[in-house]
């Protein structure tokens, strides 16, 4: 630990010099005399070790060449509350004039990548270690107003210490500041992507950098909202040698990526290719064949064992077969990632949308049950397919929700009806496919879709029939009938309407092929999909309420009324019939011969 804080003191020391190159690698020590790394990234070839880059070189590094035109350079305020101290901050701020050759600590323009128009702001640790003060902020809230007018993306490079302590309350002012700013640009559905570089700390990421809608970072740069001396006198003991870095944040699903420098211009270009796609699925003629009639009627028990089947494909292998580009997010940045959802965007014939899947574990691995910041995970794609209208699927195969104290006391419950909520008000397209095990509550929170698909050997289960069977026969081993008497199977939900279409699986099922498994659930998808967006909007979420409103058939009054009349008299006629059947017992016993009566009691 102490190692690496010499190691930061050394970067900033680099930053705040100024010099152009070094000679030996920071970290690793290694020459970088013939690096190749290096001389183009300033990464070193060794160990990987990411060296500064100023707010300039950032952006050159990301925007097509000779494409960035800055704006607002003319925005400064050079000491907004007379700040006394023996070295006058006006003159700070002059020598990092100077020496940066920016005006501020915020270089922002527009510029183009990979032929898309977008906006760029990057804050420069070089100049006063890229904290945020009153014409920082300016710049900033100009850029993301200027996005929203214009209607283009936003990508934010931080490398930052947070706030400008030397412009005083109003430089805490700017965190408020950049949120309204920032308020339009959501509103239009624009997207904001950041590039956290070593490092970024302070208000500038517990404000800016939250503020986007997909983070990402560089390798070990140091991330998060306290500076790493106040978290090391706070600690007890020394921190965990990863503490407070991009990988320890995106383990907890507070980030979304790490990418090093040489793919960072590629993979921004790729997401923003994702959230701003202008393609939509259309059909040439009308999309819906005929579906087969014949589905499997296998029983029911053995439809659950091959819906549980060790080798049967997961959410995240289907994705990765039907999609041809997938970005995956992380969390919900609320300090947890729950592996057992997978979220994210991907194209799906030529069409971006967001994909969330349930990820059950095969070949007898426990877990896979769903706690709450699976279902945040989950609400904050959904918010996201909705800000950038992607359609919205969904693949269902869970353990269900997690039954535990921990899980009820971070507000399961609270998770699971938001969850469910936030997708019956989507406007977005939604289609839902149960691959597996649709298991109870957690399947219907991500499962209230314009449609529905199930594989043939699928399950949808208010219970499993092993907990039906120990409620209702006091034992596991029943659980064979208790599934037939579930209705859970494919065909049962279709008859029920509660699914719309069975998907076919090849051979024996889907575990027997996962290629064509695939291709089976992808042809459909993009089948169901392009049907769904010939709807408009409102009659299609008027059209989903409806159909939940409705789940279920009950009767009115006076067919209701006739129908427990007649369930009274069967019920009253089956009582009279057992009681004449044990009677007819009764008599049958007493004429029997006595004296086979006496024989037994001998």
């Not at 983070?215 to 921190?239: F, K, S, T, W």
């Not at 794609?381 to 006391?409: H, I, N, Y």
Request: aromatic share 4%; hydrophobic share 40%; charged share 30%.
């Amino acid at each position: 630990m102490r190692m690496r804080a010499l190691l930061r003191r050394d970067r900033a020391g680099e930053a705040a010099s100024g010099e152009p190159r070094a000679e030996r690698c920071l970290a690793c020590e290694a020459s970088l005399a013939d690096s190749r790394g290096y001389e183009r990234h300033r990464v070193c070839h060794a160990c990987g070790h990411h060296f500064h880059l100023g707010a300039r070189e950032r952006v050159a590094a990301i925007l097509d060449p000779g494409s960035f035109r800055e704006r607002d350079r003319s925005v400064t305020a050079l000491d907004p509350v007379r700040f006394r101290e023996p070295r006058p901050y006006r003159q700070r701020v002059i020598e990092a004039q100077r020496r940066t050759g920016l005006a501020e600590a915020a270089l922002t323009g527009t510029g183009t990548l990979y032929g898309r128009e977008i906006v760029i702001a990057a804050l420069d640790f070089s100049f006063l270690g890229g904290s945020v003060g009153v014409a920082a902020g300016e710049r900033l809230a100009r850029a993301f107003e200027h996005a929203a007018r214009r209607g283009l993306p936003v990508i934010t490079a931080l490398s930052t210490s947070g706030t400008r302590m030397r412009e005083g309350l109003l430089a805490l002012m700017q965190a408020p500041r950049l949120a309204v700013a920032h308020r339009e640009l959501d509103a239009r559905g624009l997207p904001h992507v950041a590039l956290l570089a070593d490092p970024a700390t302070g208000s500038a990421y517990a404000g800016l950098a939250n503020l986007a809608d997909f983070i990402i970072a560089e390798p070990r740069a140091l991330v998060g909202y306290a500076a790493l001396r106040a978290m090391r006198e706070g600690a007890d003991g020394e921190l965990p040698e990863e503490a407070h870095t991009a990988e320890s944040h995106l383990r907890r699903g507070l980030i979304d990526a790490i990418v090093r420098r040489e793919d960072a211009r590629p993979s921004l270009g790729l997401l923003l290719d994702l959230l701003t796609s202008g393609y939509e699925l259309r059909p040439r003629s009308d999309p819906r064949e005929r579906e087969p009639r014949e589905y499997s009627r296998l029983e029911a028990w053995r439809q659950v064992q091959l819906s549980r089947h060790e080798n049967r494909p997961g959410a995240s292998d289907l994705i990765r077969r039907m999609t041809t580009t997938f970005v995956e997010l992380h969390g919900d940045r609320s300090g947890e990632d729950d592996p057992a959802v997978t979220a994210g965007v991907g194209l799906l014939g030529g069409e971006a949308v967001m994909l969330i899947g349930q990820n059950r574990p095969r070949g007898g691995a426990s877990g896979g049950a769903i706690g709450p910041a699976g279902f945040h995970k989950a609400r904050r794609a959904m918010r996201l397919a909705a800000k950038f209208r992607l359609p919205l699927v969904t693949l269902l195969d869970s353990a269900g929700a997690r039954p535990d104290l921990a899980a009820e006391e971070t507000g399961l419950g609270h998770a699971l009806a938001r969850c469910t909520r936030e997708m019956l008000e989507l406007e977005t397209p939604t289609l839902a496919v149960i691959t597996g095990e649709g298991a109870s509550e957690a399947a219907v929170a991500m499962g209230v879709a314009d449609r529905v698909l199930m594989l043939e050997n699928a399950v949808y289960e208010v219970v499993s029939p092993e907990d039906a069977a120990r409620r209702l026969y006091g034992e596991a081993a029943q659980a064979e009938q208790a599934a037939a008497s579930l209705r859970l199977t494919s065909h049962d939900c279709l008859r029920l309407g509660v699914v719309d279409t069975v998907v076919p699986e090849p051979g024996e099922g889907a575990h027997t092929n996962h290629d064509e498994a695939a291709l089976l659930l992808r042809r459909f998808v993009v089948r169901a999909l392009t049907d769904i967006q010939r709807e408009r909007p409102k009659r299609r979420l008027n059209r989903r309420r409806e159909r939940y409103r409705g789940a279920g058939a009950t009767h009115a009054w006076v067919r209701g009324r006739l129908e427990r009349r007649a369930a009274d008299v069967t019920d009253r006629l089956g009582g009279w019939a057992a009681r004449l059947a044990r009677r007819a017992r009764g008599s049958a016993r007493l004429a029997e011969p006595p004296g086979d009566d006496l024989e037994i009691l001998r």
